[in-house]
């Protein structure tokens, strides 16, 4: 049998990645080739690298996804102004403004409004059996959290998981699929700009006010820190879409990984104080975004490996957080594993702002969702979307048996307040 070796490791290549497993894709090179050059890309696998990169003022995002074209100005408009594109000293004032309307107490208050929210999803998905997870739960879930933060009415939800939708389209790793992407993106970025520009404007004029949304709060925020509408229209519209597809994918990877592990699914039925740890795990074990990427600031040296100014550095996250020299016994889900230091929400100025809230939507979640008695995969096999970046399931049919959720015991909460 011939070995393996770094020369005989072909050009790693996302698009050739079985996104069912792809850890097994990743382990080779992150165990033989760790900073791997494929083409003008260097992809590092090896959560020593990942973590040095992502703490590093050395490397920054300084650059618009997918080169998106010149025709496309409401995007540009749009995505020059999240935060996620950002680097200091811009990045700093408006992670700053997000910062002080975004706080854990806000995501403590929104608690009851998510969980009844969980509850009322996983209330319809027992009307059909097998139901799709994915469909019924895991994506309208995260939109009508973030609906809720943003002040948004209810009746505009489902048009506002559309637009967030269309938006996705320009992402590199679907442009370059389909021909239209682009131009639907752009649709949705003229929609929604020109939704919230209307909002702040009224919230301004007086009219809607609503105190305990995020908008008031960044409104309440911009007076001493004023940075203008684009900026604000802009982190709009990128919490709307930021914490969609990312949460979708967290709630639905984590319960596949509980199915995939039978004995801790049932330590955290019969103990849902695990929850909070375990969250952390199940990003760990199976993030729900695989890679990002960076660029070289100045001249620098990975493991031996002279990295260019201006070089293209992508860091997978997925291959990291499954790096037994940091985690021992990496390929095991362990509930009760002290996950910290997994690079699932990111490291250092670029970590994710939306975590409490991500970690909330999932514990609050899969706590509904465990508490269906009948829940348990369908026999039809998952269908994972075309994406290794944001990686996650588009099909996830499950067994409900048809039931109500068991009683909330000490997990019930009180009503939310009636809203003004």
Same mark, same amino acid.
């Given at each position: 049998? *011939?070995?393996?070796?770094?020369?005989?490791?072909?050009?790693?290549r996302?698009?050739?990645v079985?996104?069912?497993?792809?850890?097994?894709?990743?382990?080779p090179?992150?165990?033989?080739d760790?900073?791997?050059?494929?083409?003008?890309?260097?992809?590092?696998?090896?959560?020593?690298?990942?973590?040095?990169?992502?703490? *590093?003022?050395?490397?920054?995002?300084?650059?618009?996804?997918a080169?998106?074209?010149?025709?496309?100005p409401?995007? &540009?408009r749009?995505?020059?102004? #999240?935060?996620v594109?950002?680097?200091?000293?811009?990045?700093? &004032?408006?992670?700053?403004?997000?910062a002080?309307?975004?706080?854990p107490?806000?995501?403590?208050?929104?608690?009851p409004?998510?969980?009844r929210?969980a509850?009322?999803?996983?209330?319809?998905?027992?009307?059909?059996?097998?139901?799709?997870?994915?469909?019924?739960?895991?994506?309208?879930?995260?939109?009508?959290?973030?609906?809720?933060?943003?002040?948004?009415?209810?009746?505009?939800?489902? #048009?506002?998981?559309?637009?967030?939708?269309?938006?996705?389209?320009?992402?590199?790793?679907?442009?370059?699929?389909?021909?239209?992407?682009?131009?639907?993106?752009?649709?949705?970025?003229?929609?929604?700009?020109?939704?919230?520009?209307? /909002?702040?404007?009224?919230?301004?004029?007086?009219?809607?006010?609503n105190?305990?949304d995020?908008?008031?709060?960044?409104?309440?925020?911009?007076?001493?820190l004023?940075l203008?509408?684009?900026?604000?229209?802009?982190?709009?519209i990128?919490?709307?879409?930021? !914490?969609?597809?990312?949460?979708?994918?967290?709630?639905?990877?984590?319960?596949?990984?509980?199915?995939?592990?039978?004995?801790?699914?049932?330590?955290?039925?019969?103990?849902?104080?695990?929850?909070?740890?375990?969250?952390? /795990?199940?990003? &760990?074990?199976?993030?729900?975004?695989?890679?990002i990427?960076?660029?070289?600031k100045?001249?620098?040296?990975?493991?031996?490996?002279?990295?260019?100014?201006?070089?293209k550095?992508?860091?997978?996250?997925?291959?990291?957080?499954?790096?037994?020299?940091?985690?021992?016994?990496?390929?095991?889900?362990?509930i009760?594993?002290?996950?910290?230091?997994?690079? !699932?929400?990111?490291?250092?100025i670029?970590?994710?702002v939306?975590?409490?809230?991500a970690?909330?939507?999932?514990?609050?979640?899969?706590?509904?969702?465990?508490?269906?008695?009948?829940?348990?995969?369908?026999?039809?096999?998952?269908?994972?979307?075309?994406?290794?970046?944001f990686?996650?399931? /588009?099909?996830?049919?499950?067994?409900?048996?048809?039931?109500?959720?068991?009683?909330?015991? /000490?997990?019930?909460?009180?009503?939310?307040?009636a809203r003004?």
């Amino acid at each position: 049998m *011939s070995r393996i070796s770094p020369r005989t490791l072909p050009p790693f290549r996302p698009e050739d990645v079985d996104p069912a497993d792809p850890y097994a894709s990743y382990r080779p090179y992150r165990e033989l080739d760790p900073v791997h050059r494929s083409g003008d890309t260097w992809y590092l696998f090896r959560h020593a690298d990942v973590a040095r990169v992502l703490t *590093s003022r050395h490397y920054g995002r300084g650059a618009l996804p997918a080169a998106l074209p010149e025709e496309c100005p409401h995007l &540009r408009r749009t995505v020059t102004n #999240w935060l996620v594109f950002m680097d200091p000293p811009e990045h700093t &004032r408006v992670r700053a403004l997000v910062a002080k309307s975004f706080t854990p107490r806000i995501v403590e208050a929104l608690r009851p409004r998510i969980r009844r929210l969980a509850a009322e999803l996983t209330g319809e998905l027992t009307a059909a059996d097998p139901a799709d997870l994915v469909a019924g739960f895991a994506a309208p879930f995260p939109i009508l959290v973030i609906s809720e933060l943003l002040g948004v009415p209810r009746a505009d939800r489902p #048009w506002f998981r559309e637009r967030a939708v269309d938006l996705q389209q320009a992402t590199s790793s679907r442009a370059a699929r389909r021909s239209d992407g682009f131009a639907v993106a752009e649709a949705a970025a003229r929609e929604l700009a020109g939704y919230f520009r209307a /909002e702040l404007a009224g919230r301004r004029a007086g009219r809607s006010p609503n105190a305990a949304d995020l908008i008031a709060a960044m409104l309440a925020a911009e007076e001493s820190l004023p940075l203008g509408d684009d900026v604000l229209v802009g982190t709009c519209i990128h919490l709307l879409t930021a !914490g969609h597809e990312t949460t979708t994918n967290l709630v639905a990877k984590g319960l596949l990984a509980l199915f995939a592990h039978p004995e801790q699914l049932a330590a955290l039925r019969s103990d849902p104080k695990l929850l909070p740890g375990a969250v952390e /795990e199940l990003v &760990r074990y199976d993030p729900p975004v695989q890679m990002i990427s960076r660029w070289a600031k100045e001249d620098d040296e990975i493991a031996g490996h002279g990295i260019r100014r201006g070089e293209k550095v992508v860091l997978v996250l997925g291959s990291a957080n499954r790096d037994a020299g940091h985690f021992p016994d990496a390929d095991r889900l362990d509930i009760r594993r002290d996950a910290l230091r997994h690079t !699932g929400f990111g490291m250092g100025i670029h970590y994710c702002v939306g975590a409490p809230l991500a970690r909330a939507e999932a514990e609050i979640g899969l706590t509904e969702l465990l508490r269906l008695p009948g829940l348990s995969p369908a026999d039809e096999p998952v269908r994972y979307t075309d994406d290794l970046i944001f990686h996650g399931p /588009e099909r996830m049919m499950v067994r409900t048996g048809g039931c109500a959720p068991k009683g909330r015991g /000490e997990l019930r909460d009180k009503p939310p307040p009636a809203r003004g």
